[in-house]
């Protein structure tokens, strides 16, 4: 494939304007050579736009109750093989504080999805206390905070961002209603999704979103839609892993490409995202490493720019499986922390160190607004 009528290299910070069935053709690839051509350019995107350093935000995935049943997820409501947990606030702290002390600029708040006023105040409360308990000289608003929590209503929204959280995470799964809709339970809809994120956006969240790669009869067309769908809805932040599958989840009855398959193809949708949409920041997934070791790295050579080790307590760890073989290294280890360090510096990238790490879009959106 020719490259240079794919890359359209940029003038200015705009998402590039390929169609989805360029996309397609680049997620198609399997040759070699035009893999690694493909994953330099990407790299050559990501340094361009967003420059060589990768931030880490820890992930403490705080409970694993979900009143969801998604078809994939092996933390559905009707799994009864799980032991569930929720941490206390005091728990929570004192990971956010390491993570602070240990220079990452910010934290993933992650859990099941409920939406009783109890755990809304509890999550309102926890932002509170991470903002005021991690405020430093080095870093005067305390650690960033992004909240993974689920579908909300817009007045939950509205307390978590009062209370000091300034980005949210809420993956689309895909952008086929029609995969959706067979991937999820009846009450669960592809239109409610959708919601949330404008609701993010415009209440003030930096809004991250993603999919699931290589999921039952999901096409590559499908995924194609996918990046076309997060330049429509001009996202700041992407997540993106491999579907794997859980025994205890109804989708793992239906078969899917092999391990190696899911693999190449999530690092060639990161690095189709990094030459459409450019400046947005991309994370390198846990699900990535689940099926390579080094995943996280090679999706950092495919054009993302951000790791998110886990910092949930060990005791908890095992049991926030949303799929089978979930990787539980202890990453708040620190021969762990600076062998992948080590890791990221001879891939030529910089750690940064007490830094939000905000994606360039946000700031790159408010010049566009500010010169219109
Ligand atoms: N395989 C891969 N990713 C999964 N998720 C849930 N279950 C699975 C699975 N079996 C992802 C979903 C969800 C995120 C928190 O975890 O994309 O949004």
Request: with cysteine; proline share 4%; charged share 25%.
């Amino acid at each position: 494939m020719d490259m240079s009528t794919l890359i359209q290299r940029p003038s200015i910070n705009s998402p590039s304007t390929l169609s989805a069935g360029q996309i397609q053709s680049l997620l198609e690839m399997t040759n070699r050579d035009e893999i690694d051509a493909l994953s330099r350019e990407a790299r050559w995107m990501t340094l361009l736009h967003c420059g060589c350093t990768v931030y880490f935000r820890g992930i403490i995935e705080f409970s694993n109750i979900c009143n969801c049943d998604c078809q994939y997820c092996g933390i559905r409501r009707s799994n009864g093989d799980v032991a569930r947990y929720q941490l206390t606030q005091g728990e929570i702290l004192r990971q956010a504080r390491w993570c602070a002390d240990r220079g990452f600029g910010s934290v993933v708040l992650q859990s099941g999805e409920r939406r009783d006023p109890r755990f809304v105040d509890f999550v309102a409360d926890v932002v509170r206390a991470i903002k005021r308990e991690t405020r430093s000289a080095i870093l005067p608003d305390g650690l960033g905070i992004t909240l993974c929590v689920g579908e909300q209503s817009r007045e939950s929204y509205r307390r978590f961002f009062d209370a000091g959280a300034h980005r949210y995470l809420l993956r689309i799964e895909t952008s086929s209603p029609r995969l959706f809709q067979r991937w999820h339970p009846a009450g669960q809809t592809f239109d409610n999704r959708r919601h949330c994120l404008d609701h993010l956006r415009a209440i003030g969240f930096q809004v991250g979103t993603g999919v699931m790669i290589g999921a039952p009869w999901q096409t590559t067309a499908d995924l194609a839609a996918d990046v076309a769908f997060f330049r429509e809805m001009d996202v700041d932040m992407i997540g993106m892993g491999p579907y794997i599958p859980h025994h205890a989840a109804p989708l793992a009855a239906v078969g899917v490409d092999s391990p190696a398959v899911r693999l190449r193809r999530t690092l060639l949708a990161i690095a189709a995202v990094r030459l459409v949409l450019r400046d947005v920041n991309i994370a390198a997934t846990t699900a990535l490493q689940t099926l390579a070791p080094l995943g996280r790295e090679r999706g950092l050579a495919f054009g993302a720019n951000v790791i998110m080790p886990q910092v949930t307590p060990a005791s908890c760890r095992k049991n926030y499986t949303l799929y089978d073989a979930k990787p539980c290294d202890d990453e708040t280890d620190s021969g762990y922390q600076k062998a992948l360090e080590s890791r990221i510096r001879g891939l030529g990238r910089t750690v940064g160190r007490h830094q939000w790490g905000d994606s360039p879009r946000v700031f790159h959106r408010k010049a566009l607004l500010r010169s219109a």
